[in-house]
């Protein structure tokens, strides 16, 4: 998506953009995740930055395309791109290629105490952290999607007709379940609390299943596809990306069915495209596809405060670091903020 | 939706051995100083030349939005994406589709996928076809027929291989099938890139260029399931109301068999003249400005599919004439 920059006037900073640390760096910026107090951005020429207390480290150059996908292993980063290789690389920039496919694409990383996967094409790579040849776990369509639960026992990849759970049996065999519903399956995440699993949709749907009793049901209503989605506190809140509110469903109490959203408005016409949960907090930040980012309480909708504003690229990244001090956002035009979160009297 | 940063999207399609991956290399050499992405099919052929070629699976999913022909290319869907994150700019990407390919789910995929839709435009199907092999082909395999049907340009290829009659009989066959395609002979796919690049043939606009190829129909074809083609023209201003519930219905009921429609379309007291080309049940419309000054405005409408004798289709839209 563009917009035309000289249609909007200039806006005044907001106080995080004056405090904060800005990089224009003209390259599209595909994934962050924090690891520690240090975030690391993934970006659309292959390379990886590292950013920590308003410094960025020099780009690390990773892939020869495009940094698809990004996960973190303790204190390694783990990314996967178009180069085919799916690569562990450490704070201090140094490589390990865990594997390379050549012409095919590392589509997902994900990892859990030590054990490392990737998904290129229809199979998921399972590395066991004792062992050196990896798992392949087949399905039949492309993977969409893959997330651990939290304790790490269940792996679920999300595919064209539905969710595969995958779990290691007693004897170590993996066993998998199929959770079908047509359609295509793209990110795919548990509930903190373990009790569900939720999908984001090609039809711009959210796709829910509880797992105690298998009950499904799907969370409908958006104008375009969910891109982003993340689970606020422990369970409390889903909150997603794909309208012109942030939409939050509630997954407390006997969970959303039959009960209604929260939305967050922002500006007029203006899509969320991504939802990045604030730890801790019964908040959000949310990005705009014009690169705005807002803070809001999701129970009180009057307390929203602007982080940064407009910069005329859809926002692709936020991450907060460990301490809950600093977020970073980046978007699709190369522009990052990274700025502190509380005023300084407040620390 | 159309602006000038969407990535131009040719799909080059074509039965096994009809020249495709020689028209590639052609397009990829004799392009200097342009910055392609190419997408193939993993079982295709080998030996292109080109810095970013990307391993497709042709895996097609229906669409759960009750359209129950509304099936789409979800490793395209997943590619472009991709692509699209890259920090140097493509000029354009060509998808080269295998010789059993439907080209429906490859056209669907930029209706129906916002993002797709927003950053790529599919500019033109090409469809290359052995001049010595398509009758037979096109007897024994649907998929041949229905290449045929969507193309918007012809590359008749191997020319040089048949016999001038039989050329013809072959060109007579193609214009039944799709009387809207430019079919251009060659030999080894020698052709100006001009003539199968930046067409814009899937844009509303170049709609109103449509001047099909009318051939003298004689209706005597073998099968029942052939791929036809027909088209009407009203001088008469169409009821819009009457229109749309005919025309939604016709869609929802028949989208299967219909392959391709596109139409110019003048309503009773509208000042614009609206335009709309569509994929089986998947649809882009849109008024295109007022008529122009001095010309006659008339309606036309033109289907390409199967069993279209079947759907009472001048029947349906003399309805839709105004009283």
Known sequence: ?347 | MENSNQVPVTVLTGFLGAGKTTLLNRILTEQHGKKYAVIVNEFGEQGIDNDLVVDADEEVFEMNNGCICCTVRGDLIRILSGLMKRADKLDAIIVETTGLADPAPVAQTFFVDQDVAERTKLDAIVTVADAVHLSSQIVDHHEAEEQIAFGDVILLNKIDLVKESDLEQVKNRIRKINPFAKIINTTKCGVPLDEILNLDAFSLKRVLEVEPDFLESDHDHEHDDDVTSVSFVSDTPLDMEKFQTWFGKLLQTKGQDILRTKGILDFKDESDRYVFQGVHMLMDASPMGKWPEGKERSSRLVFIGRNLESMNLKEGFENCKSA
């Open chain 1, 1 to 347: 998506m563009t917009a035309d920059v000289d249609q909007f006037p200039e806006l005044d900073k907001t106080k995080f953009e004056q405090r904060g640390t800005e990089f224009k760096l003209k390259i599209p910026v595909t994934n962050a995740v924090s690891i520690g107090n240090s975030i690391a951005v993934g970006f659309g020429d292959g390379t990886v930055r590292i950013f920590f207390s308003g410094q960025s480290s020099e780009p690390i150059k990773a892939h020869d395309g495009v940094v698809l996908c990004m996960s973190t292993d303790g204190d390694n980063i783990l990314t996967g791109g178009d180069d085919g290789r799916f690569l562990k690389i450490s704070l201090k920039g140094e490589i390990t290629e865990i594997t390379n496919f050549g012409s095919r694409w590392v589509d997902h990383v994900t990892a859990h105490n030590g054990n490392l996967v990737c998904s290129s094409g229809k199979v998921v790579y399972y590395w066991d952290k004792n062992k050196k040849v990896p798992k392949s776990l087949d399905h039949d369509s492309t993977i969409g999607g893959l997330a651990f639960d939290a304790k790490g026992r269940r792996l679920a990849v999300a595919r064209y007709g539905g969710v595969t759970v995958w779990k290691k049996d007693y004897s170590n065999k993996w066993k998998s379940t199929k959770l079908d519903w047509k359609g295509s399956h793209n990110k795919v995440s548990f509930s903190p609390d373990g009790q569900y699993l939720v999908t984001s949709m090609q039809e711009n749907q959210i796709h829910c299943w509880r797992l105690k009793d298998k009950i499904d049901f799907a969370m409908s209503g958006y104008g375009s596809k969910i891109k982003s989605f993340g689970f606020v506190g422990d369970s409390k809140y889903l909150a997603t990306s794909g309208a012109i509110d942030a939409i939050c469903w509630p997954f407390d109490g006997d969970g959303p069915m039959g009960r209604s959203p929260i939305c967050l408005p922002y500006l007029a016409n203006k899509l969320v495209t991504y939802v990045e949960p604030f730890p801790n907090e019964n908040a959000i930040f949310s990005g705009l596809n014009e690169g705005s980012v807002f803070l809001s309480q999701i129970e009180n909708t009057n307390n929203t405060i602007i982080i940064r504003s407009f910069t005329g690229s859809e926002v692709s990244a936020i991450a907060v670091t460990e301490d809950r001090s600093h977020v970073l956002i980046g978007d699709m035009g190369g522009n990052i903020l990274w700025t502190s979160i509380w005023d300084e009297e407040k620390k």
